[in-house]
C-alpha cells in the first residue's frame, strides 16, 4: 500500500530553485544574461549609422559596406559587440574623435563586460578550488613514521601535547648527548619527531589555539613538528590519513572533562574498535605476504574504571585503557588537607618542569639502601626500593638490603644537564612502544628547579591523616557521579572518624541520591555527608557553610550537566571558562564570608591563623582562613593566574585538573610501572589500608636551638633526621609558592625558619612511631651546638 502512487504531484528539481541554488544552474544564468547582454548591444550598435565605420574596419569589409544585406549589417555589428564585451582591449580600436554615441555604447559594454568577466571566471575558478578541495580531502595523506597520534580534540588535547613535546625535545636532546658529533649529524638529517592531531574541531581553530596555549619558545625551537587534520578518530579513511599503522603510539583522548563519563567512555571505545578494526584489516591483506602489520600501542583515556578491562578486550592487547579519575581525584583532596603534598603530586606527575626527575633505575650490584643513597646523593634522592618480588619498600631504613636488579626510585637532576652515567639515559621510542615497560631504566621528566638563593621564604602544610580530631570540610559543586563518590572516597579515607562533609549544590538531594545509588551507593566508614541545596556562587547560600569552621574546602563548578549539551561549545572552551569563572566566584565569595567571621570572633581567628600556619599558607594564613582546593578546567585561567596572586584569592590552592589526567595518561604511555606506583601509594588498597607517602612538616619541629631560626646543611639535616624515617627531598620557604626538589648544593649551610616547611618521602608506617628517636636525635643536636659554641667541633656533620 505504501509503494502505490499517492496521486500527489512530483517535485521537480527545476523548479525556482535550481537556477540560484546549483552550480550548473549557476552557469546557465551567467551565459544567458552574457547572451542578453550582447544580443541587446548588437541592436544598439547597429542602430546607430555612425558606428557603420568602425565595424567595416574592423570587420574587414571593402567601400561599399553601404550596399551589403542588412543581416551582414546585424553579423558585423554582433561581432563587434561580442568583441567590446568579452575583450574590453577591443575599445581602443576607435577613435577618440568618434561621435558620442558610439564612444559610450562601446564604454557601456567594455564595463559591463569586463565586470561579467570578473564574475564568470570567479565562478570558474570557485569550482576548480572545489574539485581540487574534494581532492585533496578524498586522497590526501599524512605520510609519517615512528609518530605519535592523537586522537580527539578537547580541552585535554593541547596539555597532552605540551607534555609530548616536552618528552620528545628531551629525548632528542638525549641522543645527541650520547653519540657526540656523529649524532649531531645524524640528528640534522633524520625527521624531526612528529606528532598528528585527529580531531572533529577546524584545523584551522586547532592550530590558533596551538598558538595562544602553548609556549612561545617551545613553538619556536622547532625540534618537534606538529600537524593539525580535521577528520573523525571513528572513520577509518581518516585514521589512514594519519598513517596510523606506522605510528609509535597512539593516544586516544575522551570527550573532554566536563563530559558525561559514560558518554565519554563510549566514543573512547568506538575510537578502540575502529583502530583495531584498521589493523585487523591490514595483517588480512598481509597474509599472503612475507610480513603482517604490527599494532602500534594505543593508550586510551576512560572516566571509569569498569570499562579499562573493555577496553583491553576490545583492543585486542594492543591497547591500555587509563582511568585517572582515582589518583585525580585522591591529588585534589590532597591540595586541600595538605596543600603543599598535593602540589608536589601533581608537579611530579607533569613533564613541565626544569629541574629534577622522577627515575627508575636498576640496582647494578647488591647494596644496601644508605649505600645507594650515598652514590646517588651527587645527582639525585633515592627515596624508594621496588623489589623484583615482594611489596614496595617507600623510604626504607639504611640498612635495607637491595638486591641486584631490583629497582631504586629517585628524585634526581635532569639527566640531560648532570653527572649521570650515559648507561642510564632513557631510550623513550622503546618505551612508548611498550617494550620497555620492565626495561632496566624508565625515566620520566618530573619535579622542580634548583634552589635560587638563601633568605627566600615560601608556604606550605601538613596532610590530615586519618588520626586525630574530626573535622569539616566544605564541598562546593557536584561533580559525576563515579568521580563524586571516588572523591567522596578520597575525603573518608583520610579524615579522622567523626568528620564531617558538608556538600552544597544546586541539585536536590533526592537527585544526588540517587547518582550515588547507580553507581552502587555509598557507605563512608568515617565521615557523616550532609547535603546543602543551594547555588555555589550566591553569597546568601554560603553563609551558613562560612560560620562551620572548616579546615579546608574543595570547589568546583556546579551542576554540570548542561555544560556539555553543546559539545562544540565545550570544544571551544566555552565551558570550561563558564566552569572556572563559577568555581573562582565561589572561592572569592566564601573566603569573604569567613574573613569577616574570623574579624567578629577572635577565637576562631587564632585557631585558623595557627592551622594556616601549620599548613604554611603565607599570606593567606595570617588571614586564618583554610586552604580553598579550587579546580580550573580552563588553560586560559591557568595563564592568568600564573601572572600573580589575585588579592581576593590568596587562600586559593589551583588545581588544574585537565593538566594532572594529561600528565597521568602520559605517564602511562611512558612508563606503566610508574602509574602502578602511583596508583600503589595514592589510592586506597584492597585491604582498606591507604599511605601518605610525602608529608610536609615546620622546620621548627626540628629545631634544636631556642631560636626561630637555624643553619645547617642539607646533608646534615637529612642525616639526623633519616633514624626518624624521613628522608629529606624538598622544602618550600615561609611565604612562597614555589617547591624546591633536590637541590645541587647539599653540603652548604642553610638558614632555616621555623615557619619554613620540609618535605619528606617518609616511612609507610607510622612517622610517630621514631618520635622518641627524633627526641633523642635533638638532644643529640643540642649537645653538638653547646660543643661547637665552645669551639670543640667545625661541623655539626663532623659528630654526626
Keep these: 500500500m505504501l509503494l502505490e502512487a499517492s496521486g500527489k504531484r512530483p517535485h521537480s528539481k527545476w523548479g525556482v530553485y535550481w537556477l540560484p541554488g546549483t552550480s550548473l544552474g549557476q552557469l546557465v544564468t551567467l551565459l544567458v544574461l552574457a547572451a542578453v547582454m550582447v544580443f541587446l548591444f548588437t541592436l544598439c550598435w547597429g542602430g546607430f549609422q555612425a558606428s557603420w565605420p568602425f565595424t567595416q574596419e574592423i570587420y574587414g569589409a571593402e567601400a561599399d559596406f553601404d550596399e551589403y544585406e542588412p543581416w551582414a549589417h546585424f553579423h558585423a555589428s554582433m561581432w563587434m559587440a561580442w568583441g567590446l564585451f568579452f575583450d574590453p582591449g577591443t575599445q581602443t580600436g576607435i577613435s577618440g574623435f568618434a561621435d558620442r554615441e558610439v564612444m559610450v555604447i562601446a564604454a557601456a559594454l567594455s564595463v559591463l563586460g569586463f565586470v561579467f568577466n570578473l564574475i564568470f571566471l570567479g565562478f570558474i575558478v570557485d569550482q576548480m578550488r572545489t574539485w581540487l578541495d574534494s581532492l585533496r580531502d578524498l586522497y590526501s595523506r599524512d605520510v609519517c613514521n615512528d609518530h605519535i597520534v592523537v586522537l580527539g580534540y578537547s580541552d585535554k588535547t593541547l596539555f597532552l601535547v605540551q607534555e609530548l613535546i616536552t618528552v620528545l625535545s628531551d629525548e632528542r636532546r638525549h641522543a645527541r648527548a650520547e653519540g657526540g658529533w656523529f649524532a649531531w649529524i645524524n640528528d640534522f638529517f633524520k625527521p624531526r619527531p612528529t606528532i598528528v592531531v585527529l580531531g572533529d574541531a577546524p584545523r584551522l581553530y586547532m592550530m590558533r589555539s596551538a598558538q595562544l596555549m602553548l609556549p612561545r619558545k617551545m613553538l619556536k625551537k622547532g625540534e618537534v613538528r606538529l600537524i593539525f587534520r580535521e577528520g573523525n578518530p571513528f572513520e577509518l579513511e581518516d585514521l589512514l590519513k594519519v598513517s596510523i599503522q606506522s605510528a609509535r603510539c597512539v593516544t586516544v583522548l575522551g570527550s573532554g572533562s566536563l563530559q558525561a563519563s559514560n558518554l565519554a567512555d563510549r566514543m573512547v571505545l568506538s575510537v578502540v574498535l575502529a583502530v583495531q578494526a584498521l589493523e585487523i584489516n591490514d595483517f588480512m591483506s598481509t597474509q599472503d605476504g612475507e610480513t603482517s602489520l604490527q599494532a602500534a600501542p594505543m593508550v586510551a583515556e576512560l572516566r571509569r574504571p569498569e570499562h579499562v578491562r573493555t577496553c583491553r578486550m576490545l583492543g585486542g592487547g594492543a591497547a591500555q585503557g587509563i582511568c585517572p579519575s582515582p589518583i585525580v581525584e585522591n591529588i585534589w583532596v590532597l591540595c586541600a588537607l595538605a596543600p603543599t603534598v598535593g602540589q608536589l603530586l601533581a608537579e611530579l606527575i607533569s613533564f613541565q618542569s626544569e629541574g629534577s626527575d622522577l627515575q627508575i633505575r636498576k640496582s647494578p ?152 545509588s547507580h553507581e552502587g551507593g555509598l557507605t563512608p566508614a568515617h565521615v557523616t555527608l550532609v547535603h546543602h541545596v543551594g547555588d555555589v556562587t550566591r553569597r546568601a547560600t554560603l553563609e551558613s557553610l562560612a560560620s562551620l569552621k572548616p579546615v579546608a574546602v574543595l570547589v568546583a563548578s556546579d551542576d554540570e550537566e548542561g555544560s556539555h549539551e553543546d559539545k562544540r561549545n565545550e570544544d571551544s572552551g566555552s565551558a570550561g571558562q563558564l566552569a572556572d569563572s563559577a568555581a573562582l566566584t565561589a572561592c572569592a565569595a566564601l573566603g ?139 622544602f618550600r620557604l615561609h611565604g612562597q609558592n614555589q617547591i624546591h626538589l633536590n637541590p645541587h648544593e647539599k653540603h652548604k649551610p642553610m638558614l632555616w625558619g621555623d615557619n619554613d616547611l620540609l618535605i619528606f618521602a617518609r616511612h609507610m608506617g607510622e612517622v610517630g612511631r621514631n618520635r622518641a628517636v627524633l627526641n633523642n636525635v635533638k638532644e643529640k643536636m643540642l649537645h653538638i651546638t653547646s660543643m661547637r659554641s665552645a669551639g670543640l667541633s667545625n661541623t655539626m656533620g663532623e659528630l654526626l
Aim: zero cysteines; charged letters at 25%; glycine letters at 8%.
Design 592 to 730: 569573604e564570608l569567613m574573613k569577616h567571621i574570623h574579624t567578629d570572633n577572635e577565637d576562631m581567628a587564632a585557631a585558623g591563623k595557627e592551622r594556616a600556619r601549620k599548613l604554611g599558607l603565607g599570606t593567606s594564613g595570617r588571614l586564618g582562613l583554610p586552604p580553598f582546593a579550587t579546580q580550573l578546567m580552563d588553560s586560559s585561567t591557568l595563564r592568568i593566574l600564573s601572572r600573580g596572586p589575585i588579592a581576593e584569592l590568596l587562600q586559593m590552592v589551583p588545581f588544574h585538573r585537565s593538566a594532572v589526567e594529561v600528565g597521568i595518561i602520559t605517564l602511562s604511555a611512558m612508563s606503566p610501572k610508574m602509574i602502578r606506583l602511583f596508583t600503589s601509594l595514592l589510592v586506597k588498597r584492597s585491604n582498606g589500608t591507604i599511605t601518605e607517602p610525602f608529608i610536609a612538616e615546620l622546620a621548627g619541629d626540628f629545631n634544636p636551638l631556642d631560636t626561630k631560626q637555624f643553619w645547617e646543611s642539607w646533608h646534615d639535616l637529612d642525616r639526623r633526621l633519616r633514624p626518624t624515617g624521613r628522608i629529606l627531598v624538598g
Design 365 to 516: 650490584k647488591l647494596q644496601t639502601f644508605g649505600e645507594a643513597s650515598a652514590n646517588a646523593e651527587t645527582f639525585g634522592i633515592a627515596i624508594a626500593v621496588i623489589p623484583l618480588t615482594g611489596e614496595l619498600a617507600f623510604a626504607p631504613d639504611d640498612a635495607h638490603v637491595i638486591k641486584k636488579d631490583d629497582d631504586i626510585l629517585y628524585i634526581a637532576h635532569k639527566t640531560s644537564g648532570d653527572r649521570v652515567a650515559k648507561e642510564h639515559l632513557p631510550n623513550s621510542l622503546e618505551a612508548l612502544r611498550g617494550v620497555s615497560a620492565m626495561a632496566a631504566t624508565d625515566v620520566v621528566h618530573k619535579g622542580e628547579g634548583k634552589y635560587k638563593g638563601e633568605g627566600k621564604r615560601r608556604g606550605s602544610q601538613m596532610p590530615v591523616t586519618s588520626g586525630g580530631e574530626a573535622a569539616v570540610v566544605v564541598v562546593l559543586g557536584w561533580r559525576q557521579s563515579v568521580e563524586m563518590i571516588m572523591l567522596l572516597s578520597a575525603l573518608d579515607d583520610r579524615l579522622p572518624l567523626g568528620s564531617t562533609v558538608h556538600i552544597l549544590s544546586i541539585r536536590r538531594v533526592e537527585d544526588r541520591e540517587v547518582d550515588l
